[in-house]
């Protein structure tokens, strides 16, 4: 419990819709295509994981994946996933029909 409560420190109010991916644990993200690209929300999970603003977070996430590839494949309303390495971390993405998913960062 300790790390969910780490984690609701550093994303803020957990029931407020704002601007970052929502913690349901420690590691995954809840996300919607819809808010914001993936990218963004991919950098944001990795920043609230290991406690550090996104600013901070050095590694460009296109060295890694193509950021617009990544919104790109799951536009259409498909559902599927898709793991990647970034900045020492396993990404998996888990898209469902609905536009809605999870991050996860291992």
């Given at each position: 419990?300790?790390?969910?409560n780490?984690?609701e420190?550093?994303?803020?109010?957990?029931s407020?819709?704002?601007?970052r991916?929502?913690?349901?644990s420690?590691?995954t993200?809840?996300f919607?295509?819809?808010?914001?690209?993936?990218?963004?929300?991919?950098?944001?999970?990795?920043?609230?994981t290991?406690?550090l603003?996104?600013?901070?977070i050095?590694?460009?996430?296109?060295?890694?994946v193509d950021p617009?590839?990544?919104?790109?494949?799951?536009a259409?309303?498909?559902?599927?996933s898709v793991?990647f390495?970034?900045?020492?971390h396993q990404?998996?993405?888990?898209?469902?029909?609905?536009?809605?998913?999870?991050i996860?960062?291992d």
């Amino acid at each position: 419990m300790k790390a969910q409560n780490e984690t609701e420190a550093i994303m803020g109010d957990l029931s407020d819709s704002s601007d970052r991916a929502i913690a349901e644990s420690a590691t995954t993200f809840r996300f919607d295509r819809e808010s914001r690209p993936l990218g963004v929300q991919v950098i944001e999970a990795v920043g609230a994981t290991t406690g550090l603003d996104e600013t901070e977070i050095t590694a460009p996430l296109y060295k890694s994946v193509d950021p617009e590839a990544l919104d790109t494949l799951f536009a259409t309303g498909g559902n599927g996933s898709v793991a990647f390495s970034f900045d020492g971390h396993q990404i998996t993405i888990e898209v469902k029909s609905d536009g809605t998913g999870t991050i996860t960062v291992d």
